[in-house]
């Protein structure tokens, strides 16, 4: 009996060589030979176990040196040492330094469900980001050092807002993927794309759908569009590019983004950021803020939705975001060549004087119909009247008395319906 048991060897491909051996020449010792291969599998599984996440991290950071690694650990995502440092910067969490110097010499992490919070930080301080989940090797299963290698080079890496894309079994068991819906300029793939009812409100609809399998948030659906939907008569494009138009627009490279800040008048934008204001004594407490410096002048307001989101989809540059929701307040010629009369509008003057107040305000003489009430200027508009000469009377007159001048013609007023994006 002690000459069939199986030496005392290190390596599992001569025990289960000689197993396999045992097997077939003598079914009955099959189990024993099991029994023996078992009892050795752990020692063998030491050197045949997944990379460490030192590892793992000093592999992946010398194939991707200008991202951060964000290693998803459980209910954690971990960044290990120089990410670590600038994790702990950006985001002021804790760094430590880990006991077992095969998780690396300095960790920051955060839970899994923060990260929503977390990325938008990242992002607006120019990082990087690469997701890494790890494929771990079964402790049992034979591992070569090519297949080591191979499984290192497998650990699956998502960049930020991508994720895998879901497969359905067909009869015969097998797995293919979900053909998209449609696919974006930018290569994304649109599945899931659908209208549902509200449960708390039954006469509200929402619109969905996910990219590169990332939910999006749910928009409310106008009363055309809903019964568009029920007929079949929009497309999963035309409700895209009404509730996520930004999600359709090409991105921007970013040397591009980086390089376009000249304002239309030659000024530049020497600092810009977004932000969510969290000072709770500020009127805005809870509003995603731009802030931007150009030259003396520091400013900030409430971002749009439309701007906050082509911000984040990075379809839009500095240049955009500032002349947008600054232009006014920068005095710019490009803010004010948005305002036109109505057409058809017969105007005879247009008057912009001081009142006994001190104030400035405009009124439009349109003959047979009347003079319009007078309207008070803002600072801004009136600089720029008097000023900067960058708008004109027409330009005010069009800002001011639009709807006025509309009623005065017998012109009926559109109501708009506004979509939060």
Request: hydrophobic share 30%; proline share 4%; charged share 30%.
């Amino acid at each position: 009996m002690a000459k069939k048991k199986v030496k005392d060897e290190t390596q599992q491909e001569s025990v289960q060589t000689e197993a396999k051996a045992k097997s077939v020449k003598h079914p009955a010792a099959k189990n024993e030979a099991e029994t023996e291969v078992k009892a050795k599998s752990e020692s063998v599984s030491k050197t045949d176990k997944t990379p460490s996440l030192a590892e793992q991290y000093t592999s992946l950071k010398e194939k991707h040196p200008d991202a951060m690694l964000l290693f998803r650990k459980g209910d954690f995502y971990e960044t290990v040492n120089e990410d670590a440092q600038k994790a702990s910067k950006i985001l002021g969490i804790t760094l430590t330094k880990p006991q077992d110097k095969s998780q690396g010499e300095q960790l920051a992490g955060f839970p899994h469900h923060a990260l929503d919070s977390y990325l938008p930080k990242l992002v607006r301080a120019g990082v990087r980001i690469a997701i890494v989940d790890e494929i771990e090797a079964k402790v049992t299963e034979k591992v070569s050092p090519a297949d080591l290698k191979q499984k290192e080079q497998n650990l699956t890496e998502k960049p930020v807002g991508k994720a895998t894309e879901k497969t359905e079994k067909t009869e015969q068991g097998e797995k293919q993927h979900r053909e998209p819906q449609m696919v974006t300029v930018n290569g994304g793939k649109v599945t899931h794309a659908h209208a549902y009812q509200s449960n708390k409100n039954p006469e509200d609809w929402f619109f969905t759908a996910k990219i590169d399998g990332k939910e999006l948030h749910p928009q409310k659906m106008s009363a055309d569009d809903v019964a568009a939907y029920s007929k079949k008569e929009r497309t999963v494009e035309q409700l895209m590019q009404t509730y996520y138009p930004t999600k359709l627009m090409k991105q921007i490279p970013a040397e591009e983004y980086k390089a376009a800040t000249i304002l239309s008048d030659g000024r530049t934008i020497d600092k810009m950021n977004v932000y969510k204001e969290a000072n709770q004594q500020s009127q805005n407490f809870g509003k995603w803020m731009l802030y931007a410096q150009v030259g003396e002048q520091k400013m900030s307001t409430p971002l749009n939705n439309h701007d906050l989101n082509a911000y984040f989809d990075r379809v839009t540059t500095p240049k955009q975001l500032v002349e947008n929701n600054l232009g006014q307040r920068l005095h710019l010629a490009s803010h004010y060549e948005q305002f036109k009369l109505p057409e058809g509008a017969e105007i005879k003057d247009i008057r912009v004087s001081k009142d006994a107040d001190n104030k400035w305000r405009i009124s439009a003489d349109m003959g047979d119909r009347g003079v319009t009430a007078k309207k008070e200027l803002s600072f801004d508009d009136g600089y720029s009247l008097f000023h900067a000469k960058t708008a004109t009377r027409q330009q005010l007159a069009a800002k001011y008395l639009t709807p006025e001048i509309n009623e005065k013609m017998g012109v009926k007023q559109e109501v708009s319906q506004g979509l939060k994006l």
